[in-house]
Each structure stands twice: as structure tokens, then as C-alpha cells.
């Protein structure tokens, strides 16, 4: 019913051709230092993002679950280490620490923001852990002040999945860059897209020259650089495309307008969807913006007189698309339930004596909202006009009436 949402345009075609013409669709070379960085398009792509972000460091790739791999594989991690990380993101998220043979610890969500909860940190911290994967879920930021005081003192890294929020802020400063590292997506359902694509920003040039290794083919280039370091230097073929970085040039001059129309019509849905008693529309921490690459919305069930499904199906009923029940609980995955990841004999968490627990109740929270209360519009997923929120918000008034009778 609604109109697909697409951000490319005109502009987007035309840098996409002027690539195409010149032949060049990528300058990347498996040594060092010619073709190291790549073509001229990737490197103006990542000198434009350095000036956006206000960091030392961008490095594209070719997408956010690249740029994961490559950010945990950047730091001192060890097979056997924990990382934290919330249960509520895509699996990409967790699994990009089972790829260094880590082991991902999950940690509840806090019940408004659905960010990782910093309170959650305190018993979950042990020697074995480096490193928090913070999630700016749905586009609003993590509490990064709550998780840097749970671990003041400690040395663990916080990397932010930013991969949802790409121009939210927090006191000003935009989320993913206050953490040691973190990124972005260009996926191509993300606000701005190249089809397939991803950032890493840093200000630690260490850590960036590691996840520029790690981009192409690290154990090819680490004598030529004459690095001393070489622990996790086994290098990929994360590279992005001379005609993906032309077309993320022109997105990024679009992205804070783009963002800015996603807030609007979040304001609009809640200033109608807010009335409904039993609804509980998004918050936003004081001194942060919210990006909305979704609009979730909680049902509070002591409130109601109905279930969720049943919300669900007269919502489809009335062909309101774009609702989506739940989210999802990494934790309750076959991969976690079961601890197979490499091999049949639940390698890394037999091989490390991992007393990771992954049973349904170590998140509360996320597991009861997952089950009954939470109820997720794509928002991104569409090119949404005054009327189709009118519709929108009058069907939710209809069929509240009409569920709470």
C-alpha cells in the first residue's frame, strides 16, 4: 500500500556512470603501498566521511558485518575472550566475535531505549572480558556515559554498532565516534545506501591502520609496513567498489535531510499514537536525537484487553503493512542453545571452558518485550506522506476502540 522508499536519485546515477565510463571499478591492489587505500572515489569517500564524523579515522568497506569482523579483530583480542554485547541487533553483530573464536556475552536491554542496559554490565564483567558491543538500536544512541563508567579503570574497549543510527546524536556529538571504535551501515534498507556497504570510524590510528589491513589481505602487507604486531592479522577482501563509493558520496550529502524527515514523521505518529491509553510511543534520553531508522512502540498488557497478535492481525486486516511483532534474542538461537559455531564439538566454548550461559531468563527484558509487548514499523521501508500517517494513526484509533471494548 504505502510507497517503497528509495534515497538514490539522479545524482546518484550520474556518479555511478561517470565510474562506470572511466573503466576503473576498483584500484585496490593486494600490496603496499600502491592500490593499499584503494581508488580515488574510495579515498575522497573517506576524507568526506572524516569531515562529517569530526574523526581521525574512516574506512569504508563493503559492508557493516565487514566492518564488525574487522573492528573486534583489530583489538587485543585473544581466542577464549568475552566481549558484551546486547541481545537485541542483528546477528551479524554477535557472530563478527565468534569470528576472532570469542565468545559473546549477552546482556539485557534497558525497557525504553532498547539499548544495552549499563546497569546489566557490573556482573557480567570478569578478566576474561575486552570489550562492550554497544547496539544504537532502531537509531537511538547507547548511554556511552554509563558504559564507560562501568568500566573505568578496566582495560576494555568499547566498539559502537552504529549501523542503524548514522546521524543520531548524543550532547552533540554524533554516536559511533565517542566509542574506540565504530561504524556504520549502507546496507541497502538503511536511511542512505550504496546496495551494500559499511564505515568504520576511529580516532585511535592504530586500530585504523589495523582495520585497513584487515581490509585487504593483512598477512600480505604486514612485512611491507614492517609491523611488529601481527596478532590477528589475517586479512579479508572487505574492499569497496570505485562505483559504491561514488554513489555514498552523493547519499552523504543527503543524510541529514533524509534523517530530519524521519524524525518528523516520528514526531507526527507519536503526536496522535501517544493518546492511546496502553501504547507506549518511543522516548528520547534528554540531550539526544533519535535517527528512526524504526518507530518501536511497546503495548503495556496491564492496559489492554488484547494481545499483540491480535493488534497485529486487524493492523493487516486494514492493510497497515510495516508492523512487525517483536524484534528478535540472539541469545535463543540454535547456534548459542546448542554452542556450535566451528566444527561439531562446540568450538570456541568447549575449547576455553566457557561458562557462557545462554538459557531464556539471563535477559528479561528483552526476552518479555520480544514475546508480547513490542511492536516494530519499519519506518525506512518507506516513502510515508501526510496521508498514509493519517491513515496510519486513525486505524490504530479504530482498532483500539474496537480490540478494548
Known sequence: MFKKYNSIGKEEVNAALKVLKSGKLSEYFASYPQGFLGGKYNQRFEN???????????????????????????LDINPGDEIIVSPWTMSATATAILHWNAIPIFADIEPETFCINPKKL???????????????????????????RAIKGKNIKIISDSAQAPYA??????????????????????????????????????????????????????????????????????????????????????????????????????????????????????????????????????????????????????????????????????????KIAYGKKGHPWTTYSSKARYNKGICP???????????NFELCKFELKKKDLDLICNTFIKVWKKLNH
Open 365 to 375: 527484558v528483552a526476552e518479555f518485550l520480544q514475546d508480547k509487548a513490542f511492536l
Open 48 to 74: 568526506e566521511l572524516k569531515k562529517f564524523y569530526k574523526v581521525k579515522n574512516a574506512i569504508v568497506v563493503n559492508s557493516w558485518t565487514s566492518g564488525l569482523i574487522a573492528a573486534v579483530g583489530a
Open 169 to 338: 546524536l548524543n550532547n552533540k556529538k554524533i554516536v559511533g565516534t565517542e566509542s574506540d571504535i565504530g561504524g556504520y551501515s549502507l546496507n541497502c534498507h538503511k536511511h542512505i545506501q550504496t546496495g551494500e556497504g559499511g564505515i568504520v570510524v576511529t580516532n585511535n590510528s592504530k586500530l585504523a591502520n589495523r582495520v585497513r589491513l584487515l581490509r585487504n589481505h593483512a598477512e600480505a602487507i604486514v612485512k611491507k609496513q614492517n609491523l611488529k604486531k601481527i596478532n590477528n592479522m589475517i586479512g579479508f577482501n572487505f574492499r569497496m567498489g570505485e562505483v559504491e563509493a561514488a554513489i555514498g558520496i552523493e547519499q552523504y550529502k543527503k543524510l541529514k535531510r533524509i534523517v530530519k524527515s524521519k524524525q518528523n514523521i516520528a514526531k507526527y505518529l507519536t503526536s496522535k499514537l501517544s493518546k492511546l491509553d496502553g501504547l507506549k510511543t518511543p522516548k528520547i534520553t534528554a540531550n539526544c536525537t533519535h535517527s528512526f531508522y524504526t518507530y518501536p512502540l511497546v503495548l503495556d498488557l496491564d492496559k489492554i484487553k488484547f494481545s499483540r497478535k491480535q493488534l497485529a492481525n486487524e493492523l493487516k486486516k486494514n492493510k497497515i503493512e510495516g508492523f512487525v511483532e517483536g524484534y528478535t534474542n540472539l541469545h535463543l538461537l540454535p547456534m548459542y542453545q546448542k
Open 122 to 148: 557490573k556482573g557480567l564483567i570478569n578478566k576474561k572480558t575486552k570489550a562492550i558491543l554497544t547496539v544504537d538500536i532502531f537509531g537511538h544512541t547507547s548511554n556511552i556515559k554509563e558504559i564507560k
